[in-house]
């Protein structure tokens, strides 16, 4: 192929994915299906691995990321990023607006309200149309250059659009909130707790920590989106007259606007807004801790003017939470099957909207700081969404001597070194795999219901036979015999005997069990089932390199690396080759019970009657179909069981269809 011609096909395939990106992102809706959109990201990348000189900056293959060689470097903004005063009440809300119509010499003003997206604050700078800058907020004079992690979201477009309306300013710098749909949290947050990883407190701090990550191919992973809801500045001097026009207008060059966004004609208007999302909070996509009130003409804010900190034309609602105030009785340190250190604070008992709560995890040292917190001090708890208890902040500091819990310098289970791990900046690994409690906790791990299916192999009996030296490794299980049971405490002939038998059935459990089971960092279930599909024997598995995994579906770099290491450890071929005298399979079956449900896409919600999820996905898979975490235009059925959740809605918004427990029975019985 001569270069102009690949220039040409670049230029096309360009403009083709970065459309698609705007109608999946902006306006909601796509007109091609996944699949589709990988393939001409595909031949992208292809050509330009050709043609390495034709790749620009703003090319949509330059969104999968890199890693870079140092902190991110501090850039000043063009105008300041200003913090909103915050009203806890409606007659907090009612006192802002008469001082608004004061500063208006009694004038009347529309309002624009938006939903207060509890993400990280951003700005975003288009020179001649094209992404040249994104920075975090910082102190709203100074933030830090994050550019090239902002290009892997997907809902920031990398080229303005072409307006009949506007064109498009020499510069633009706009703000917005960055943040990370409760799916992808969730999501991101169960692979992480498999991992024994440190989990992240809520969505925004772990969208904040994938902003500031050295590696942006890891944020590329972490699926974030965008809301534009500010105006920074335009080249020339040139200005809208309101608020609404520019957030049409911001919509019209391609940026992604929250369709929630309302212009209200009263403040009756603004206050009905609040009290309807208070009541929605939590049927959405995202989390939003109240609503943001602006004074919708540019005249009139100007006119209103701000403080040092806070404009007076603007402010945000809060919304009110569940929430009690408690003693912390101590603060201790777990160690989990990976080695990573979590806080744990250990609580006076309190009722939160009808839970009992004794126990909160402070996640990460980091918290910790932020925090301030010490034991003795009183805090301030809260059940966001009615569910996931979490400390909000210190109430009353401790009298007593307030000592400061540092991340240890040694792990308290063993005494081992610990390190600060760089990749994800937040959690703190003890180093030492001989560490009796990782040790613990992998056991319990590769016996677990997910993985092995060791009945009756739980947590006691494990430290039962860790305390009398009987186990060490993975690999001592098969060693152990129906006498070694004999020895522990309240373990009689019979239990010892289904013990060992559950030992040796457990020999025969499918390859995508044991890769689960082995515990390798960042490999969850469900790529441990991909992966067992895709080479269907461990020796296939151990020999492959980062950029033949990198080429699955669903396999990233980093998980790709973490394969690879696990591998390249001495340690693991010899558990490996213990395994394998044991007589453990090594193979993934592929047999199909028959192939009515191939190629079809499954997701499941709620709580079935007659089988468990996972006896239901299990049926799936054996008639060739495939079950999904999350939902998309690409899933073919949801099964909605008893208190079906957030997928519910979303699958009814798409169009999918939904199937109840009865009307799958028939799919899968038929």
């Given amino acids: 192929m001569k270069k102009s011609e690949a220039q040409n096909q670049i230029r096309r395939l360009s403009q083709q994915i970065e459309e698609h990106n705007y109608r999946y992102y902006v306006l909601n809706q796509p007109v091609i299906a996944d699949q589709e959109y990988d393939d001409l990201m595909r031949r992208l990348i292809d050509l330009e691995r050709q043609f390495p000189e034709l790749v620009t900056p703003h090319s949509p293959s ?3 990321g890199h890693r870079a060689d140092s902190q991110a470097p501090a850039v000043r903004h063009r105008v300041k990023m200003f913090s909103l005063d915050n009203t806890y009440s409606v007659d907090e809300l009612k006192e802002w607006h008469q001082r608004v119509l004061k500063g208006l010499s009694g004038q009347k003003s529309e309002f624009v309200v938006e939903l207060k997206v509890d993400g990280i604050s951003a700005a975003l700078v288009y020179k001649k149309g094209h992404l040249i800058l994104g920075a975090t907020r910082g102190d709203g004079i100074t933030g830090e250059d994050v550019t090239n992690n902002l290009k892997t979201v997907r809902s920031i477009p990398l080229t303005l659009k072409p307006s009949s309306e506007r064109s498009i300013p020499g510069l633009l710098d706009v703000r917005g909130e960055i943040y990370m749909p409760k799916r992808n949290f969730e999501k991101l947050n169960k692979e992480r707790q498999k991992q024994d990883e440190a989990v992240f407190a809520n969505p925004r701090n772990a969208a904040g920590g994938s902003i500031k990550l050295l590696d942006s191919r890891i944020t590329a992973s972490r699926n974030l989106q965008c809301f534009i809801h500010s105006f920074g500045v335009m080249e020339n001097g040139l200005d809208f007259s309101t608020h609404w026009d520019f957030l049409m207008q911001a919509k019209a060059w391609g940026l992604c606007v929250n369709p929630e966004n309302r212009r209200c004609k009263t403040f009756d208007e603004v206050l009905d807004y ?12 995202y ?3 109240g609503i943001v009130i602006k004074v919708n003409s540019r005249l009139q804010q100007r006119r209103l003017g701000s403080t040092l900190k806070s404009p007076r034309w603007a402010v945000a609602y809060k919304f009110p939470a569940h929430q009690a105030t408690t003693a912390v009785k101590d603060i201790v340190v777990q160690v989990g099957r990976t080695g990573v250190l979590t806080p744990v604070a250990e609580l006076q008992p309190v009722n939160c ?3 009992t709560i004794s126990r909160a995890t402070l996640h990460n040292f980091d918290e910790i700081r932020r925090l301030g917190i010490r034991v003795g001090d009183r805090v301030l708890i809260e059940r966001a969404g009615d569910v996931i208890p979490k400390i ?8 007593g001597k307030r000592k400061r819990l540092n991340a240890p310098s040694r792990c308290p289970a063993c005494g081992g070194p610990v390190i600060k791990i760089k990749s994800d900046q937040v959690a703190t690994r003890c180093m030492n795999p001989s560490c009796p409690k990782q040790i613990e906790r992998r056991m319990i791990h590769f016996a677990s219901r997910g993985a092995m299916d060791i ?7 494990i430290n039962q036979l860790l305390g009398k030296d009987k186990i060490n490794d993975l690999a001592d299980l098969y060693n152990l015999r129906k006498e070694d049971f004999l020895e522990l405490d309240l373990i009689k002939d019979k239990k010892a005997e289904n013990l060992f038998q559950a030992i040796q059935n457990s020999k025969s459990r499918p390859l995508s069990r044991l890769l689960f089971a082995l515990g390798i960092l960042n490999v969850g279930e469900k790529a441990a089932s991909v992966l067992a599909r895709h080479y269907q024997s461990l020796e296939k598995l151990e020999r492959a390199k980062a950029e033949e995994l990198e080429r699955i579906e669903e396999i990233g770099p980093v998980m790709a690396d973490s394969i690879v290491r696990f591998f390249r ?3 693991t071929r010899r558990l490996i080759d213990r395994l394998r005298k044991a007589g453990l399979n090594f193979l993934e079956p592929m047999t199909v019970v028959d192939q009515r449900l191939a190629g079809k896409k499954f997701v499941f919600t ?3 009657p007659y089988l468990s999820r996972r006896q239901a996905s299990a049926l799936v898979k054996r008639m060739g179909g495939e079950v999904l975490g999350s939902v998309s235009k690409n899933v073919d059925y949801v099964v909605a069981g008893l208190n079906p959740g957030s997928k519910y809605r979303q699958a009814k918004g798409l169009g999918i269809r939904i199937l109840n427990a009865k009307e799958f029975q028939e799919i899968i019985h038929d």
């Fill in 62 to 64: 330059q969104r999968i």
């Fill in 274 to 285: 609040c009290r309807e999302f208070q009541d929605k909070r939590h049927s959405l996509e």
């Fill in 287 to 289: 989390e939003i801790d």
């Fill in 353 to 355: 909207a009808g839970v």
């Fill in 392 to 399: 909000i902040k210190v109430v009353q500091r401790s009298a």
């Fill in 455 to 461: 009945e009756g192999l739980g947590e006691v009996v």
């Fill in 569 to 571: 450890q001495p340690s």
């Fill in 606 to 608: 709620g709580e079935l």
